[in-house]
């Protein structure tokens, strides 16, 4: 072990440097960035060219010789048990290779019982697939899919979560079940028993369970504030959807693969073919999207698997946009009774949060673990229930849980503050211990030109303007499952390969930039090469740990290489290796300046054609943080204004000021784009995401992008990032993830705006115009 | 989708040989297995075949015949719209914007750019209801020959609040609520190239009379344009839509109004509301409410109230009442000076 300096705290706030003892093979500590050359600047993307003229490769792309397509048939109806199969006439149809049948599901969570009946799964949802078809063209195989025949015995079903909660309520499941938590982080406390449809309650998160006493500290509060909030069923919509093209080609398996985790994909096609890891490649190059639901291989997945395998011909499976609403995940809904107590001066005294939430035939309903860890509170209990309904199952989605903690929690904050006539940044300053998003705060107020909120309403005419503010907290997760090798190369090129893959956010940029700068390169000097399990393990795109996760082992990896480097140098400019310093891409002697060797040159001396080192994601210097609550995690914070026109309840947001931070930025650009599109997710949330669920025929209504409202660019409004950097001394880049505080605390922003304009608190979202008239009495 | 031939007709005689059936009638259970409808820019109907719901056997391209994209003004006749005219070529064209606001007005607000330079006047005309219940494949709702109104006791949130009998969809056509408020006359040609001139308010059919078809075309009768009446002087007119998106979006509630003016008085006038009901509706108390009378705040308040003592919401669209009765005064007003402080739904010009 040594020890080293490294920066540590907030520039321009409160920089300084600390101590910590780390490894001996880790790399000196890296200056701050303003010393930086290309860490931390805004390096266009590397893969951007390739993206904006279509000649990246997506796996809806991917086509191999002899391909076959693939399609499955799925249920029409939301419970039933099957009876019969018939898949003569598919099976006759001419252009059909394959036909497999599900023994079993993989999605959702699946007791046995499923099986004991007819040897078929029981339906359980609307759009569950029974049987997968391949055939040499799409036509075909949708042809053949219209061919098969599924006799059903109909059971009843529940598609509504209060309906789900009654007594009398037709059962999802009949015993007790549990479900493994995906890499995309949703909470999934095993062992729990259900009573009816209801599973649960879970009571701790990894920062532990309840706190102190609820009942002596209501006792100690001056106001004590009870609500209810409810948030709706929100679909991922990536722009591609899932699927995969698999090549089984006898156990020697090729998966391209629309994943969010090339090994989490491998491993359980792996697992589930049983073949060895080693048998099964998967090739991820280009992901149109994820937002935390393509984590696993998917029921689409392991179908591809068995039409491939039983037609010894490569099988495309993509899933329709249909397909897409119906079965590919979903943020769930929920309904959270929240009671705050408070003091006079704003100390909270207790919090207590009771959850339900469906995430249809699957779990991980809950509401995340923000409102246990972002404010100091003595006492605190949660209760979060999971509902079973018979409906797609859910998915991890962009910081599970939190999007929908946050929308309660940050609306009851506020309406403590008008409660206790503070302004609503003043009552945080008081509760919320973390320095980083005081940091965010202040330089919120200052751009924002922040007063204390006008009174709610208060505006004359029909249409009302409003401010609004709300936090995000995420914890910053780590993964030390990745793994980066560094190459160098005789003619001086330089390869970085891992298997980790590039959600879209930019992943091999960031890896192009951390190895240049070690390396005294630019950026395009650097080819990165990911997505490919046949190189070393990387993280998934999940709890946006990928650039915290494989970041500094891309460092540290280049350190070798370039201490290897050094020490050639060192002999061709004779001298010692601690003389040499690399700059601009030449090796060169401290003493004596003149003597120098560029980096091509060196590499041309190099007695094999190409130097390999390879780096595994080390510990956290100075110990992990997660497991505590620590106040020093992933903070934001998110300021809205709003007009809310209240003759037609229309809603219009008018600009965000989104303030953040990630440890050390490595590529503002790409960081700006993530929080955008964090924001527009956000608002989206808030105003016009809803998947509609019809009660009698437990069918989505708009499994489409025309009824199904996402936001185009009219609904975008200005989006203002201010970016904090910040260093924790955590890791030998020290960078963390952006991705999912940016979505957190969007849409409690403009809720809390919404209710600065009318004067009426909107506890439910989207908050549609019929949500607005019905609140202002106008219905 | 289905394997379908296709036949390019390069005149409208062409067409009509070919065509023997009409799309609404493709989404019947009886529906005839060697169907030949037209089609124009295959916006809706590619829709509705995607979806499963109609399976036609010819697709017959009407896209491509001379002239029946033309635009012809004639002093006595009015302005000719030839039924291939896209929507953006609506948009595009300043005679229609200075003497037919209303009508460019629905034309920008509709769908999406794209669309627009693709979808033409008549496609979108004869466009199926975007009820939800009707475009589910797996679901047989009352238009498409069960007996059940799905949306009746379902998710209603986008549906009829008027002059529905059983089936509660609304008609979606935007174009159609300006060209019914501008009294337009939709030309049709039947199969023996006789030239019908039928009035916009009797082109729609309700779902009470027929609830197969939309529309009273019938196989193999082609729209062939749509003529509006020469403007009288001081006629003046207005749109507004209101959707839960200012672009991309089906309206919640829209509006046309059309008035004839003698300085501040109304002397004629014609309201048109889309999203109401399975046609477009023609609100004869909304009229009754400003004709004869002074536009003021007053006076166009008053006519949005009397539109909505019909309406007669589902469960959970009264929301449609207030939002209506808002773009309708609103409308009126705008017939003189546009109300200020209201969140603007302009778009701007450069992605027209």
């Given at each position: 072990m040594k020890k080293v300096k490294l920066p540590y705290g907030i520039p321009d706030y409160n920089l300084t440097e600390i101590v910590r003892e780390i490894p001996n093979a880790e790399p000196p500590a890296l200056p701050v960035n303003s010393k930086l050359k290309v860490i931390g600047k805004r390096v266009k993307r590397t893969d951007a060219l390739a993206k904006v003229t279509g000649t990246a490769v997506f796996t809806a792309d991917v086509y191999l010789p002899g391909m076959l397509y693939g399609k499955m048939f799925r249920a029409d109806i939301p419970h039933a048990r099957i009876k019969s199969i018939d898949v003569s006439a598919a099976k006759a149809h001419p252009g059909v290779f394959a036909i497999h049948i599900f023994k079993e599901m993989?999605?959702?969570?699946?007791?046995?019982?499923?099986?004991?009946?007819?040897?078929?799964?029981?339906?359980?949802?609307?759009?569950?697939?029974?049987?997968?078809?391949?055939?040499?063209?799409?036509?075909?195989?949708?042809?053949?899919?219209?061919?098969?025949?599924?006799?059903?015995?109909?059971?009843?079903?529940?598609?509504?979560?209060?309906?789900?909660?009654?007594?009398?309520?037709?059962?999802?499941?009949?015993?007790?079940?549990?479900?493994?938590?995906?890499?995309?982080?949703?909470?999934?406390?095993?062992?729990?028993?259900?009573?009816?449809?209801?599973?649960?309650?879970?009571?701790?998160?990894?920062?532990?369970?309840?706190?102190?006493?609820?009942?002596?500290?209501?006792?100690?509060?001056?106001?004590?504030?009870?609500?209810?909030?409810?948030?709706?069923?929100?679909?991922?919509?990536?722009?591609?959807?899932?699927?995969?093209?698999?090549?089984?080609?006898?156990?020697?398996?090729?998966?391209?693969?629309?994943?969010?985790?090339?090994?989490?994909?491998?491993?359980?096609?792996?697992?589930?073919?049983?073949?060895?890891?080693?048998?099964?490649?998967?090739?991820?190059?280009?992901?149109?999207?994820?937002?935390?639901a393509k984590h696993t291989l998917g029921n689409f997945g392991v179908m591809a698997g068995h039409l491939s395998k039983q037609s010894g011909r490569p099988v495309k499976l993509m899933l329709d946009r249909k397909e897409e609403h119906v079965s590919a995940g979903n943020r769930p809904n929920s309904l959270q009774l929240m009671k705050v107590g408070a003091k006079k001066d704003g100390t909270l005294t207790a919090l207590k949060l009771l959850s339900y939430g469906t995430a249809g035939v699957g779990l991980g309903s809950g509401v995340g673990n923000i409102a246990q860890a972002m404010y100091e509170c003595p006492n605190f209990k949660m209760d979060q229930y999971d509902v079973f309904t018979n409906a797609g199952p859910g998915a991890a989605f962009r910081a599970p849980g939190n999007v929908q903690g946050a929308f309660a929690l940050e609306q009851l904050i506020d309406e403590l503050a008008e409660r206790l006539d503070v302004d609503p940044l003043q009552l945080r300053e008081k509760i919320d211990k973390s320095t980083?998003?005081?940091?965010?705060?202040?330089?919120?107020?200052?751009?924002?030109?922040?007063?204390?909120?006008?009174?709610?309403?208060?505006?004359?005419?029909?249409?009302?303007?409003?401010?609004?503010?709300?936090?995000?907290?995420?914890?910053?997760?780590?993964?030390?499952?990745?793994?980066?090798?560094?190459?160098?190369?005789?003619?001086?090129?330089?390869?970085?390969?891992?298997?980790?893959?590039?959600?879209?956010?930019?992943?091999?940029?960031?890896?192009?930039?951390?190895?240049?700068?070690?390396?005294?390169?630019?950026?395009?000097?650097?080819?990165?090469?990911?997505?490919?399990?046949?190189?070393?393990?990387?993280?998934?795109?999940?709890?946006?740990?990928?650039?915290?996760?494989?970041?500094?082992?891309?460092?540290?990896?280049?350190?070798?290489?370039?201490?290897?480097?050094?020490?050639?140098?060192a002999g061709e400019l004779d001298t010692k290796a601690e003389n040499i310093v690399v700059e601009n891409s030449w090796f060169i002697s401290k003493s004596d300046r003149s003597k120098k060797i560029s980096f091509k040159n060196l590499a041309g001396k190099l007695r094999v054609e190409q130097i390999t080192e390879t780096a595994s994601r080390s510990d956290d210097y100075g110990g992990f943080m997660i497991g505590t609550?620590?106040?020093?995690?992933?903070?934001?914070?998110?300021?809205?204004?709003?007009?809310?026109?209240?003759?037609?309840?229309?809603?219009?947001?008018?600009?965000?000021?989104?303030?953040?931070?990630?440890?050390?930025?490595?590529?503002?650009?790409?960081?700006?784009?993530?929080?955008?599109?964090?924001?527009?997710?956000?608002?989206?949330?808030?105003?016009?995401?809803?998947?509609?669920?019809?009660?009698?025929?437990?069918?989505?209504?708009?499994?489409?992008?025309?009824?199904?409202?996402?936001?185009?660019?009219?609904?975008?409004?200005?989006?203002?990032?201010?970016?904090?950097?910040?260093?924790?001394?955590?890791?030998?880049?020290?960078?963390?993830?952006?991705?999912?505080?940016?979505?957190?605390?969007?849409?409690?922003?403009?809720?809390?705006?919404?209710?600065?304009?009318?004067?009426?608190?909107?506890?439910?979202?989207?908050?549609?115009p019929a949500r607005i008239l019905a609140a202002l009495g106008k219905i | 989708m289905n394997k379908f031939s296709w036949y390019e007709a390069t005149s409208k005689v062409e067409a009509q040989r070919e065509a023997n059936s009409t799309v609404s009638e493709t989404i019947q259970p009886d529906a005839d297995p060697e169907a030949a409808v037209f089609k124009a820019s295959g916006i809706d109907l590619l829709d509705l075949m995607k979806e499963g719901l109609s399976k036609p056997a010819k697709l017959v391209s009407i896209r491509n015949i001379p002239g029946m994209d033309e635009v012809s003004y004639n002093k006595e006749k009015g302005l000719r719209l030839g039924a291939n005219v896209t929507l953006a070529g609506i948009t595009a064209n300043p005679q229609i914007k200075k003497n037919y606001l209303a009508l460019h007005q629905a034309a920008s607000h509709a769908a999406t750019p794209p669309i627009r330079n693709m979808a033409t006047l008549a496609g979108n005309l004869v466009q199926r209801t975007h009820c939800w219940y009707f475009r589910s494949k797996e679901l047989v709702c009352f238009r498409k020959g069960s007996s059940t109104c799905f949306a009746h006791v379902g998710e209603n949130e986008n549906h009829a609040i008027m002059s529905y009998g059983y089936c509660v969809s609304i008609h979606s056509s935007s174009l159609a609520i300006a060209l019914t408020a501008f009294d337009a006359i939709v030309e049709i040609t039947d199969k023996n190239g006789k030239i019908k001139l039928v009035?916009?308010?009797?082109?729609?059919?309700?779902?009470?009379?027929?609830?197969?078809?939309?529309?009273?075309?019938?196989?193999?009768?082609?729209?062939?344009?749509?003529?509006?009446?020469?403007?009288?002087?001081?006629?003046?007119?207005?749109?507004?839509?209101?959707?839960?998106?200012?672009?991309?979006?089906?309206?919640?509630?829209?509006?046309?109004?059309?008035?004839?003016?003698?300085?501040?008085?109304?002397?004629?006038?014609?309201?048109?509301?889309?999203?109401?009901?399975?046609?477009?509706?023609?609100?004869?108390?909304?009229?009754?409410?400003?004709?004869?009378?002074?536009?003021?705040?007053?006076?166009?308040?008053?006519?949005?109230?009397?539109?909505?003592?019909?309406?007669?919401?589902?469960?959970?669209?009264?929301?449609?009442?207030?939002?209506?009765?808002?773009?309708?005064?609103?409308?009126?007003?705008?017939?003189?000076?546009?109300?200020?402080?209201?969140?603007?739904?302009?778009?701007?010009?450069?992605?027209?």
């Open positions: 993989i999605e959702g969570a699946n007791p046995k019982e499923n099986n004991k009946k007819s040897g078929y799964p029981e339906v359980k949802y609307a759009g569950q697939p029974i049987v997968g078809v391949a055939a040499i063209s799409m036509d075909i195989a949708e042809e053949a899919v219209n061919l098969i025949r599924v006799e059903y015995e109909p059971l009843e079903f529940v598609v509504d979560m209060d309906d789900a909660r009654k007594p009398e309520a037709p059962l999802v499941y009949q015993t007790n079940v549990n479900q493994e938590t995906s890499s995309g982080g949703e909470d999934i406390e095993e062992g729990l028993k259900s009573r009816g449809n209801v599973r649960g309650p879970a009571t701790k998160s990894f920062y532990g369970g309840p706190r102190g006493n609820l009942k002596k500290g209501f006792a100690e509060a001056d106001v004590i504030i009870e609500r209810t909030y409810r948030t709706q069923v929100q679909t991922h919509c990536p722009l591609e959807t899932h699927g995969v093209v698999v090549d089984y080609n006898r156990g020697n398996v090729t998966i391209y693969a629309s994943t969010q985790s090339t090994k989490g994909t491998r491993n359980d096609f792996a697992k589930t073919f049983d073949l060895p890891k080693s048998k099964v490649r998967v090739i991820s190059e280009f992901i149109g999207g994820g937002f935390g980083i998003r005081k940091v965010q705060r202040e330089r919120g107020t200052q751009l924002m030109n922040w007063k204390k909120p006008k009174k709610a309403g208060s505006d004359p005419g029909p249409v009302k303007k409003g401010i609004g503010v709300a936090q995000a907290h995420w914890p910053r997760f780590v993964n030390l499952d990745s793994t980066v090798e560094v190459r160098v190369m005789q003619d001086g090129a330089v390869e970085v390969r891992s298997a980790v893959q590039d959600i879209g956010t930019g992943t091999k940029t960031v890896l192009a930039q951390v190895v240049a700068e070690e390396l005294g390169l630019k950026s395009a000097d650097i080819t990165v090469l990911i997505g490919d399990t046949l190189f070393p393990i990387g993280p998934p795109s999940g709890g946006s740990v990928v650039t915290g996760s494989i970041t500094p082992p891309a460092r540290n990896a280049a350190h070798k290489v370039k201490t290897k480097l050094i020490d050639l140098a609550v620590g106040y020093e995690e992933l903070g934001a914070v998110q300021f809205a204004e709003v007009s809310v026109d209240t003759e037609t309840g229309f809603v219009k947001v008018d600009r965000i000021m989104a303030v953040h931070s990630c440890g050390r930025p490595i590529n503002i650009s790409q960081i700006e784009s993530q929080i955008n599109g964090g924001v527009i997710m956000g608002i989206a949330y808030a105003l016009y995401e809803d998947r509609v669920m019809d009660k009698n025929t437990g069918h989505q209504m708009n499994p489409n992008l025309d009824q199904y409202k996402m936001p185009f660019s009219f609904e975008v409004p200005e989006i203002q990032i201010e970016l904090i950097e910040e260093y924790g001394a955590r890791s030998s880049t020290d960078a963390t993830g952006i991705g999912e505080p940016a979505n957190i605390a969007t849409a409690a922003a403009v809720a809390n705006a919404v209710y600065n304009a009318i004067g009426v608190r909107m506890t439910e979202i989207p908050i549609t | 009035p916009m308010k009797e082109f729609f059919v309700l779902p009470s009379v027929d609830r197969t078809r939309e529309t009273i075309l019938k196989p193999a009768e082609l729209i062939t344009a749509v003529i509006l009446p020469e403007p009288k002087t001081h006629t003046v007119s207005y749109y507004i839509k209101m959707g839960s998106r200012r672009s991309q979006d089906w309206p919640m509630a829209e509006v046309a109004v059309v008035a004839g003016l003698s300085g501040e008085k109304c002397k004629t006038a014609n309201v048109v509301l889309g999203a109401a009901a399975p046609v477009p509706f023609i609100s004869k108390a909304a009229i009754d409410a400003i004709t004869g009378k002074t536009i003021n705040e007053t006076t166009a308040t008053a006519a949005g109230e009397a539109a909505m003592q019909i309406a007669v919401p589902l469960s959970k669209n009264g929301y449609k009442i207030p939002v209506f009765k808002t773009i309708i005064k609103r409308a009126i007003l705008s017939l003189g000076k546009p109300p200020e402080n209201v969140i603007d739904w302009a778009l701007p010009d450069r992605i027209h």
